[in-house]
């Protein structure tokens, strides 16, 4: 890669999915370009997203039902996504040597299963564009004149050019260098930030049992939010027990909601194990299981019924006699069992952290941004792309196809004349 130009057409802060995108394609339009970022090597996040598979986009090829994903803030991503979307970012790691799969859920990985590869095409991309990049380049600030940004501070010298675009992430995964600092540059110089909190983030909660759960994988069940006692959102899919409360595809989705209404009201997750079965039809399975299993002790009746680490903590919450004989539990009995069955009730008391957080909710207020350049309308010749701005998505690639999207339109427009 090109180090020898002191002054640049573009300064992109932040080596991410965003950055890399953006970085790349304003050197493909003969730009010349700086990428900076702190770490010893670009990508550091995307290396582990998708437990280090890379979940690269979702194959949703219409953007209509794409954006409504992102909630109210989806059009917002429109241009964004008429100039580089799904069909695209599939077609540009296809063309750069990785190509995919589409998995359960349309989501979209590298047939390696390698988030490395995605990261390296990147890189290809950069090179091929003559980017420059420094690594291990802490910015401290933006220097700003009147409606135009004049240098990024470094503890070096400062970095100048005409265009400038901000891609230095949320505040997920801290240990990955996201550490929210450009949010705090933004507020310097104006830009208001929306309110931050984690996202697709665990859910904590109150019950000690779900420690005895902890690992415990649930598929193909129907998780519901409750705010006292007005049902909220309802998600199906899988879910996971942890240690301090549940985690999982369609917890971390329905975390966003839970963010929003925690010091509102009560909040309770209710998980309704056997979701295709109406409560009539799960009282006959249940009395089959007894007829079948009726010389047995209830307690070990239900291993037809139930994975093994949720049998103990479902006799307790159901009152009923572990060693009382399967054929003898009353109908009033087999009844409270059928409703903690179809509706497992847990209380929320919180979400974990940045540490455990996959993404940031909130982020430059889209506002003061341009959805069809990605420009500042602050500042004539700042851009932004990827998680900074105050959009997000559920798990399933809609977030990487944010930054894919972002990053293209951004790195385009600031590469314009």
Request: aromatic share 8%; with cysteine.
């Amino acid at each position: 890669m090109s180090n020898s130009n002191p002054r640049f057409d573009v300064a992109v802060i932040g080596g991410g999915a965003a950055g890399m995108m953006a970085a790349g394609r304003a050197a493909e339009r003969g730009a010349s370009v700086v990428l900076l970022d702190k770490n010893n090597q670009l990508g550091v996040k995307l290396l582990i997203t998708g437990k280090g598979r890379c979940n690269i986009t979702q194959a949703e090829f219409d953007n209509q039902q794409l954006i409504e994903q992102y909630g109210r803030q989806g059009r917002f991503l429109l241009p964004s996504l008429s100039s580089f979307g799904v069909r695209e970012a599939i077609n540009f790691f296809e063309g750069s040597r990785v190509p995919v799969k589409i998995e359960r859920g349309q989501r979209v990985f590298p047939v390696s299963d390698r988030a490395a590869d995605v990261r390296n095409a990147l890189v290809r991309y950069l090179e091929k564009g003559g980017v420059t990049v420094r690594l291990n380049t802490v910015v401290q600030g933006i220097n700003h004149q009147e409606d135009r940004i004049t240098a990024v501070k470094t503890a070096g010298k400062p970095i100048t050019a005409e265009k400038y675009i901000l891609c230095s992430g949320g505040q997920s995964y801290p240990a990955t260098g996201s550490d929210g600092q450009g949010f705090a540059w933004l507020r310097e110089i104006g830009h208001q930030v929306i309110s931050l909190r984690p996202g697709l983030v665990p859910v904590r909660v109150k019950e000690d049992w779900v420690k005895d759960a902890q690992g415990l994988s649930l598929k193909n069940v129907e998780v519901s939010l409750y705010k006292d006692g007005h049902k909220i959102e309802t998600r199906f899919g899988e879910a996971l027990f942890t240690h301090f409360g549940l985690s999982g595809p369609i917890i971390l989705d329905l975390s966003k909601r839970v963010g929003e209404l925690l010091s509102s009201g009560k909040l309770q997750l209710f998980i309704d194990l056997k979701p295709a079965l109406s409560f009539e039809q799960l009282d006959d399975r249940v009395q089959r299981d007894f007829l079948k299993y009726r010389n047995r002790e209830f307690k070990n009746s239900l291993t037809d019924l139930l994975p093994r680490a949720l049998i103990q903590p479902l006799i307790e919450l159901s009152g009923i006699m572990p060693e009382k004989q399967a054929n003898s539990v009353s109908r009033a009995e087999r009844h409270r069992l059928v409703r903690l069955l179809k509706g497992l009730e847990l209380t929320v008391i919180g979400l974990s952290g940045y540490d455990k957080a996959i993404i940031t909710c909130g982020g430059v207020d889209l506002k003061e941004v341009n959805p069809r350049t990605m420009g500042s309308r602050l500042y004539s010749n700042l851009y932004f792309a990827g998680e900074i701005l105050d959009i997000d998505g559920p798990t399933g690639g809609y977030n990487l196809q944010m930054c894919w999207s972002t990053g293209f339109l951004a790195g385009e427009s600031a590469s314009a004349s």
